[in-house]
């Protein structure tokens, strides 16, 4: 739920997304929006990550007339790509998106729309999925699906509190 300027601003230094979750024995609980922070973070880091190497299929084309075209007008391949995130930032996205397991495997409608709405583009801090957009491919409505990842973050809530011996209120 939180927009491109909560997500924005919630952002520190290296565009990681900072919170006083501890894990030493001095532990705070867990809340709802810390959770979603934490996996808004996660599901950016995600995407900063490199989908596949370079393959040289990239670089070059079959067809002289296409390939004499593209370089006539001037094109490049070059896609704006968000820095390659820190070891720091991705042992975090592992243990975020290690949580969305907590939930059972018979609830794995939960299980795809935490993990959906968790995907924040690094470039706009926008959601990929907008609840409308969720309500359709599931054929449920944008209201209902708010309800179920509410029920889904309430699920990992409470799996993550009880292993440290403390209840949100």
């Known amino acids: 739920m939180a927009g491109r300027s909560e997500v924005a601003s919630r952002k520190g230094v290296g565009g990681e997304i900072h919170d ?20 808004e973070e ?43 995130p820190a070891a720091a930032a991705i042992s975090r ?3 975020a998106l290690g949580w969305i397991g907590l939930i059972s495997h018979e609830s794995y409608v939960l299980r795809r729309i935490v ?7 690094p470039l706009t ?9 969720l309500g359709t491919l599931l054929g449920a409505d944008a209201r209902a699906v708010r309800r179920w990842h509410a029920k889904g973050i309430a699920a990992i809530l409470e799996c993550l509190n009880s292993r440290h011996g403390t209840v949100e209120t």
């Open 20 to 39: 006083p979750i501890r894990t030493s024995a001095g532990e705070l609980p867990y809340t709802a929006e810390l959770l979603t922070q934490r996996l």
């Open 125 to 133: 801090g926008r959601h990929l999925f907008t609840w409308r957009r």
């Open 115 to 121: 993990g959906a709405r968790a995907l924040v583009s």
């Open 93 to 95: 996205m592992d243990e």
């Open 42 to 84: 996660a599901g950016a880091t995600l995407l900063c990550l490199p989908a596949t190497g370079t393959r040289t299929d990239m670089r070059t084309s079959k067809w002289p007339l296409v390939r004499a075209a593209i370089d006539a007008y001037g094109w490049s391949g070059a896609r704006l790509r968000p820095a390659i």
